[in-house]
């Protein structure tokens, strides 16, 4: 299978090539030129395959110029011993439609490890295949997830160097220490005085310039990332969802009508795994995109028009704090059956208008594949307090938001359908916001704040972030947004 750029399909590489580089010369996104679909049989076999299984026959279809030896290695080395129970994504059942799909098991407790923890495993091996020998240095912009899982993920890997930006007043107390006490030899974390889309976008910046290029290549190293616009990233979230109906079809419900999806959604890659599922076979009927106070995302759904010229929130669900949804230009150009020079314009206007308006005919596919809704941190709080209430389940700020457009959606259309609803991080993980949701008695210190939750609501506080009592702070840079590129030369020691 090859994989082409969304911005010039003439560009062809092999599945190596693509999560080596991690994106095209141009800006593009690699796609794959065809999605596998899988027949019923098939998904039958898989039932009865344990997550590895399922992991390495989903891998093998998009992988093709993998060997099975080294998908097994992939796979092994990141699904053993990292999950809970060797379960990376268990479904937690809420009355009787409702699948909450825990995607947190992992050893940063949100659902970027399901990806992050292969992906160092994909890239390795990508790297030896294209051969050109060099250190990879990873660059990653972080909303709080990404960066910790990316560096649990590539700690002490081997001929690679990790460099993580966080928007310094943009990620959770919690966060923020998982990140700056993060262990390891070649990791390093910068905080940058800005917001997500300025660390994202710098990163952008730093990768596609020629010049900076030419001085890494000097230096024998070669940029490649970790983001959600790597391939490697994205095609390991295919493997839950399929994961998750292979779960539904084994407890029995029925699916005869298809199900929905909802996807707390931020750069856009967690719900465009669902969509590869669903045009894999997967019987997806809407896929529900939620999204915070920063509702672009639900506005370009609803009309069309993709506008980023507005204010920026800073809320209680900061991984979805995103204006730039990067993913999306994947969608788009499936959307628009692969026209790359239209997308190509599409960006152009993003970049210098901050806007675009798609045609009609996107459009309407647009409209009948999504449903898109959102809520402030007001209607968080109320649905993460309204859950526990109502199934005695704690869930996350990003979860709730989730959560609380499926209801819109419930009454909105009356479709009561069986639902999966990704849940994306443990409540620890914001355990100040999920506090003050069930109690107006909130502790000054984030760990009294853990033991004020558990002791509230009985539910067992994850290891990787109980630890973190003891955890010593290694990283106290702030750059700012300006420098990031100076941040990368001192990390690297070149100049
Ligand atoms: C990253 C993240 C999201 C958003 O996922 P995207 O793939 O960027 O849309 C949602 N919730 C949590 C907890 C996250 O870490």
Known sequence: MNYVSTRNNEVKVSSAFAIAHGISVEGGLYVPENIPVLSDEEFAALSKLDYKGKAEYVLKKYLTDFTDEEISHCVNGAYTGSFDDELPAPI?????????????????????????QLLPYLLTTSTKKTADG???????????????????????????????????????????????????KNVHVCAIKGNFDDAQSGVKKIFTDSEIKNTLAQNGMEFSSANSINWGRLVPQIIYYISAYCDMLSKGDDLSDGFNIVVPTGNFGNILAAYYAKKMGVPVNKLICASNANRVLTDFINTGVYDRNRDFYTTMSPSMDILISSNLERMLYILADG???????????????????????????????????????????????????????LCDTHTAVAINAYEQYLNNTGDNRPVIIASTASPYKFAKSVLSALSCDIPENEFDTVDALTELTNVTVPTPLAELKNAVVRFKDIYDKDDMYKAVCNCLKIN
């Open 92 to 116: 937690a059942q809420l009355g009787e439609n409702i699948n909450i799909l825990e995607l947190w098991h992992g050893p940063t407790c949100a659902f970027k490890d399901l990806a992050l």
């Open 134 to 184: 060099k250190k990879t240095v990873i660059l990653v912009a972080t909303s709080g997830d990404t960066g910790k899982a990316a560096l649990e993920g590539f700690k002490d890997v081997d001929n690679t160097e990790i460099i993580v930006f966080y928007p310094s007043e943009g990620v959770s107390p919690m966060q923020k220490l998982q990140m700056d006490s993060q262990k390891g």
């Open 339 to 393: 026209d790359d020079k239209y997308i190509a314009k599409l960006q152009n206007n993003l970049a210098n208008e901050g806007k675009f308006t798609v045609n009609d005919d996107v459009f309407s596919k647009l409209q009948s594949l999504f449903y898109g809704a959102c809520c402030d941190d007001e209607g968080t709080l109320k649905t993460i307090k309204n859950t526990f209430e109502k199934y005695g389940y």
